[in-house]
């Protein structure tokens, strides 16, 4: 018998488009969280959204199942997938103390890579800026948005700033926590109240993580973003 083979699979492959496939709808599903139209506790039928999505019910049914081990979604007994209720003010102060673990640990072994890493952190902030901008535009004095177009493009710029230093870590096993937590920071902010924000707090608290790479204190990047991640718990939790 002739022995299995270990080629990597061609991009072409079925089990690649498959892959693509459900990671498309993933992030279909994971918008419709974001956006407002399924709140904490809504049903989603597999069949209605395989419809809505034009595909059929198994990437979808692959995706919730992926969606339930993050936590976004629950599966009910005979019942389907609801989305999950908001975290506990418990489960707020366990997500924050993991991120300050994670993150804090990040930010020492980023420092090695400071000269690489700081420009790269200056056009992130600029695109964070521009996106709380955008925000206050749209949401200022009697404006109302029409859709939560803005605060996606807002809370994935804010991301990005602090994937961009846990990336400059340079370890793969911290690079697959940051994406694990992520999942777990969309699902708090499924439950932001719409009409406050502490936008200005989080450039400010930003502008000082930046503006501690670019010191070249040693020991001030990490105050820096252990002052913004127990603010943003703080907030958070008040908001709750």
Same mark, same amino acid.
Request: charged share 25%; no cysteine.
């Given at each position: 018998?002739?022995?299995?083979?270990?080629?990597?699979?061609?991009?072409?492959?079925?089990?690649?488009?498959?892959?693509?496939?459900?990671?498309?709808?993933?992030?279909?599903?994971?918008?419709?969280? $974001?956006?407002?139209?399924?709140?904490?506790?809504?049903?989603?039928?597999?069949?209605?959204?395989?419809?809505?999505?034009?595909?059929?019910?198994?990437?979808?049914?692959?995706?919730?199942?992926?969606?339930?081990?993050?936590?976004?979604?629950?599966?009910?007994?005979?019942?389907?997938?609801?989305?999950?209720?908001?975290?506990?003010?418990?489960?707020?102060?366990?997500?924050?103390?993991?991120?300050?673990?994670?993150?804090?640990?990040?930010?020492?072994?980023?420092?090695?890579?400071?000269?690489?890493?700081?420009?790269?952190?200056?056009?992130?902030?600029?695109?964070?800026?521009?996106?709380?901008?955008?925000?206050?535009?749209?949401?200022?004095?009697?404006?109302?948005?029409?859709?939560?177009?803005?605060?996606?493009?807002?809370?994935?710029?804010?991301?990005?700033?602090?994937?961009?230093?846990?990336?400059?870590?340079?370890?793969?096993?911290?690079?697959?926590?940051?994406?694990?937590?992520?999942?777990?920071?969309?699902?708090?902010?499924?439950?932001?109240?719409?009409?406050?924000?502490?936008?200005?707090?989080?450039?400010?608290?930003?502008?000082?993580? $930046?503006?501690?790479?670019?010191?070249?204190?040693?020991?001030?990047?990490?105050?820096?973003?252990?002052?913004?991640?127990?603010?943003?718990?703080?907030?958070?939790?008040?908001?709750?």
């Amino acid at each position: 018998m002739s022995p299995k083979s270990t080629h990597p699979q061609s991009p072409n492959s079925p089990l690649v488009a498959r892959r693509a496939l459900r990671d498309g709808v993933y992030d279909a599903i994971l918008e419709k969280l $974001l956006d407002g139209s399924t709140p904490p506790g809504s049903s989603l039928g597999i069949d209605s959204l395989a419809r809505e999505l034009g595909v059929s019910p198994t990437p979808v049914r692959e995706a919730l199942v992926q969606m339930e081990h993050t936590g976004l979604v629950n599966r009910v007994a005979l019942k389907g997938y609801k989305v999950a209720p908001p975290l506990s003010p418990e489960q707020v102060t366990e997500l924050f103390d993991a991120r300050i673990m994670l993150e804090l640990g990040a930010v020492e072994r980023a420092l090695a890579h400071a000269d690489d890493l700081v420009p790269e952190l200056r056009a992130a902030h600029a695109r964070h800026v521009l996106a709380a901008h955008r925000v206050r535009k749209l949401r200022g004095g009697d404006a109302t948005a029409t859709d939560n177009s803005d605060l996606r493009e807002y809370f994935a710029a804010d991301w990005a700033f602090h994937l961009l230093i846990i990336q400059a870590a340079q370890n793969r096993f911290m690079a697959a926590m940051a994406e694990s937590l992520s999942a777990h920071v969309h699902r708090m902010r499924q439950t932001v109240d719409h009409g406050t924000f502490d936008i200005d707090q989080a450039i400010a608290e930003h502008t000082a993580i $930046l503006a501690a790479f670019e010191s070249g204190d040693p020991e001030a990047p990490a105050r820096a973003m252990r002052t913004h991640l127990e603010g943003v718990e703080r907030r958070s939790l008040d908001d709750a």
